[in-house]
Each structure stands twice: as structure tokens, then as C-alpha cells.
């Protein structure tokens, strides 16, 4: 025991061997003060750590109360009175009052990340956009173009829940220090696009956006732009020309849209899912967000699940839920019974395909899924059985990208024609097996080496298929020629 009276000192800036050992000379005690405190420290060393908490192990089966989408199968009324009626627009003025630093620490703190496809960390991003001012307005724009094959959910989110993404626009400008959003919306979705201006309109007669918005002091418009279905227009610089009225065409970055984005203004481009839940993450805390899935892989997500399953439907359901279960207990397993699966695309088309093997035990979210070479991408799940011809189902997938590429750059403008000639032929088995490493060294060349990502998202369903199916790809080139050998004898 250390005795009451003892001159040890225990302050945190200063070890046993920094207390002053020349005073020992002047002050006999001084000896006693330097061997209690390293008693002292010893004792304090051997003490066993405080016990971690313990880390979550099971995910999924998200409660009702947990949902964030309250309405997405629309069996609710989506205007305002019903929005207002699930929880939508409550104390909006309390968070805006709060600041931009306090929106920004919530996200951060929530741990969300992009639910567009590349998963960036959106308090990250969001914080870019607070530099000192320089007289150029700020803007946000909204990303719901969505032309990624499979995937199904953010035109539910505009159809049957609008006001959550018009309060969203409105809690992430103020987050931002924007003036205003643009929502660029896919020229197809007509029921989405009536849907969002009628809630828009319904939030300026409310004066929930416009001057004063909420009472809150700040100003903030939103506007809605409506493209006309072209795929690229996904990409967020190809968005933002397009929106100025160019050829949607990606541009060349650095300068980032942070920096110089449409009308040559600081702008960040965020997914309409991702904008939709800031309002609900600021209202119940982004350590409650933060709760819900694995380390860096946190908060809930809407998962798109078709193909050949019994109940195809999208999905509000916990971050790394297990693939299977996402399958069986959602859209009623894969048709015939989950031991009649051949091979999942996880993340909507550009995306590698994995096969059942892996699928067995797969978690779905960012970083389990790159674990196994593939990605999250948009969450969009399609689900293939036996009796899919996958190599017909990749050949289709890079037609798609051949048809979509804007041509501005020569590996992806020449590469998807060339992949799509190539896989045309494998579906046959007209080909020869080393060809297998030829079309794999071709997908090489094209990702990576592209102004944006859809050469990378025209090359991964190929490399999915020769990681993957190569014994396939091989028997199929064997029973051509063996065919034709038949054919030339007789």
C-alpha cells in the first residue's frame, strides 16, 4: 500500500524516470517518492485490461422499427400528410439550427459509405465541399439515374417515399453549405419523376425548402432534371455534363467535382439512397446507424433480389446478412431449392458473378464481398440456377456494355466490341481454349485504362466467368469441334 501522505506523482505526461532524480540529494525522502511510484506503476501494469465489448457475430432479420423506408411497397399515402404521418420532416429545423459540423460529425460517426457502387465514406465526402468560400455558389446533385442492370431501388425510394430523399437533399446541402440540388433523374421513370415534382411542390407550399427553409434560416431550392436513359449518364462527371446540356461523356479528373463541378462550381454528386437516410441517421443518432452490420460495413441497406427466385422484391434489410439468408428468407429461395443454384451476381451486372460454392457462406457488404473477388456494387442480387446458360447471360451483359459505352475512350470503345465478339462465339463453343486466356488478358487491358469505371464494369462479368466457369467455357469448345468433326466425316 502506498501511504497517504507520499509525494508520488502520477501525471499521465510524465514516467517514473522523469520525476526529478537530482533532488534525491537535497530531500532525503525523495528516494522513497521515486521507488512508490515505480511500486506504483508496477502495480497499476499488472492489472488485467478492461474486457473488450463484445463483437456483433449475426446480422440480419432487421426489426420493423429499425426500417428507414416505412413505405417502400407503397401501401401508404406518399405525399406529405402521410410522410409527416411515419416520421418524415420531424425537427428538421432542430438539425439545420445545428450546423453543417454537426450533420458532417453524424455521418461520419454513423460510419455510412456511397450505397451508389463505389462505397467512399460519405461524411468524407460531404466534408470536401467545406472550404473557405470564394463566391462561387455550391450545389448538390442528386444521382437517381440508376441504369444499372438489376437494380431496383431507388425508383421505389422516389415513387412511394419522395419526401425522404427531398428531406435528404435538404439536410446534406445544409451539411455542404449548398444553395441548391438537382435531382437527374432516368428519362424512363415517369411515375418516379410526377411522383418527386408533386413532393417537391408540396415542401415549397409547406415551406419546408425554399427561403427560410423550416424556419431555419437558410435557403435552399431544389430542382428536378429529367436525362434520357443513357447509361453513362451514371457516372458522376458524365451526369454533371449532361446537366449542362453537353453529350454525357465523363470528364478527366483532377479537377473533382469538389473543386469544379457542374456550371463550373463546387458540387458532389451522392446517390439517392445515400441522400435519403441522412435525415433519419441526424434524428436517431449515428451511433444507431453505426450499430447495425460489421466494421466499416455499417447501417441498413436496400437490396434488390431477382432472377430465378419464387418471390423476387427489394429489400430493407441489415448490413452483412449472409447471402443465403438474404435469398431464402426474402425472396423465397431460388426456384427449385437453394442446392439447384448455379451462380449470383451480388451487386448488379458489372459486378463479378460468384458461384454457389462461395455463395454458401458469403457476407453482403463491401468488404466481404471484395474479399472474394467480386463487389456490393448497388446490392442488386440476380440470381441464376442450373438451368441458366451463364455463358449466354455474360454474353448478353457485355453486349449491354458495348452498346452503352460512350466511345470517348479507345480501350473501352474498341474492348467491349471486341469482348462482346469474342463471348458471342463462346457461346457456341466456337473458339479455341486459348482463347479462355485471350479474353481474360483483353478485360485486363480495358480496366483500368479508362476515364471512368465502365470499362472496368464491361471487363469484371468476364473475368467472373473465366475465374469461375473456365471448365464449362472448356467443354463447351470441346463438344463444338467434336460436333463438327462428326459433321465433316460423314
Not at 506523482?9 to 533532488?23: K, Q, V, W
Not at 478492461?50 to 446480422?59: I, L, N, S, V
Not at 466490341?417 to 462465339?425: E, P
Request: glycine share 10%.
Amino acid at each position: 500500500t502506498i501511504p497517504f501522505n507520499a509525494h508520488v506523482r502520477f501525471d499521465s505526461e510524465l514516467s517514473p524516470m522523469a520525476l526529478n532524480l537530482t533532488s534525491c540529494i537535497y530531500r532525503p525522502w525523495a528516494r522513497h517518492e521515486v521507488s512508490l511510484a515505480f511500486a506504483a506503476r508496477r502495480v497499476l501494469s499488472t492489472q488485467p485490461p478492461p474486457p473488450a465489448p463484445k463483437k456483433k457475430t449475426t446480422f440480419g432479420n432487421l426489426k420493423d422499427e429499425d426500417r428507414i423506408f416505412t413505405n417502400l411497397y407503397g401501401r401508404h399515402d406518399w405525399k406529405l400528410k402521410g410522410a409527416m404521418s411515419r416520421g418524415d420532416w420531424y425537427k428538421t429545423k432542430e438539425i439545420l439550427v445545428k450546423g453543417h459540423d454537426w450533420i458532417l460529425q453524424e455521418v461520419k460517426k454513423s460510419g455510412l459509405r456511397g450505397r451508389g457502387g463505389a462505397g467512399f465514406p460519405s461524411g468524407l465526402k460531404w466534408s470536401f465541399m467545406n472550404k473557405p468560400p470564394d463566391g462561387r455558389p455550391k450545389y448538390l446533385v442528386v444521382n437517381a439515374d440508376e441504369g444499372e442492370p438489376g437494380t431496383c431501388k431507388d425508383r421505389e425510394i422516389m415513387r412511394h417515399d419522395p419526401h425522404k430523399l427531398v428531406e435528404g437533399c435538404l439536410i446534406a446541402g445544409r451539411a455542404m453549405g449548398a444553395r441548391a440540388a438537382y435531382i437527374y433523374i432516368r428519362g424512363e421513370f415517369y411515375n418516379e419523376a410526377s411522383n418527386m415534382q408533386v413532393a417537391i411542390h408540396e415542401a415549397y407550399e409547406a415551406g419546408l425548402i425554399g427561403k427560410n427553409a423550416c424556419g431555419s434560416n437558410y435557403d435552399f431550392d431544389i430542382y428536378m432534371h429529367r436525362g434520357a436513359g443513357a447509361y453513362i449518364c451514371g457516372e458522376e462527371t458524365a451526369l454533371i455534363e449532361s446537366l449542362e446540356g453537353k453529350a454525357g461523356k465523363p470528364r478527366l479528373k483532377p479537377p473533382f467535382p469538389a473543386d469544379v463541378g457542374v456550371f463550373g462550381c463546387p458540387t458532389t454528386v451522392a446517390n439517392v439512397e445515400t441522400v435519403a437516410v441522412a435525415p433519419t441517421i441526424c434524428r436517431r443518432g449515428g451511433d444507431w446507424f453505426a450499430s447495425f452490420g460489421r466494421e466499416r460495413n455499417s447501417g441498413t441497406k436496400l437490396y434488390c433480389i431477382s432472377g430465378h427466385v419464387n418471390t423476387p422484391c427489394t429489400v430493407e434489410e441489415e448490413m452483412s446478412i449472409s447471402l443465403k439468408e438474404l435469398v431464402e428468407r426474402h425472396a423465397g429461395g431460388v426456384r427449385g431449392g437453394w442446392d439447384n443454384l448455379l451462380a449470383i451476381i451480388p451487386g448488379g451486372s458489372s459486378v463479378p458473378l460468384l458461384p454457389k460454392k462461395i455463395c454458401d457462406d458469403v457476407l453482403m457488404d463491401f468488404d466481404a464481398l471484395v474479399a472474394v473477388n467480386s463487389g456490393l456494387g448497388t446490392a442488386a442480387v440476380i440470381v441464376m440456377d442450373k438451368t441458366a446458360d451463364v455463358v449466354d447471360c455474360i454474353a448478353r451483359l457485355s453486349l449491354f456494355y458495348k452498346h452503352e459505352s460512350c466511345g470517348q475512350c479507345t480501350p473501352c470503345r474498341e474492348g467491349t466490341g471486341w469482348l462482346y465478339k469474342i463471348m458471342d462465339r463462346f457461346v457456341s463453343g466456337n473458339a479455341k481454349p486459348a482463347e479462355i486466356d485471350m479474353i481474360w488478358e483483353l478485360s485486363k487491358q480495358i480496366e483500368g485504362h479508362t476515364i471512368c469505371a465502365l470499362g472496368d464494369a464491361a471487363a469484371w462479368p468476364v473475368q467472373g466467368l473465366v475465374r469461375h466457369f473456365r471448365p464449362e467455357l472448356e467443354a463447351r469448345m470441346a463438344a463444338y469441334h467434336k460436333k463438327q468433326q462428326q459433321v465433316s466425316a460423314r
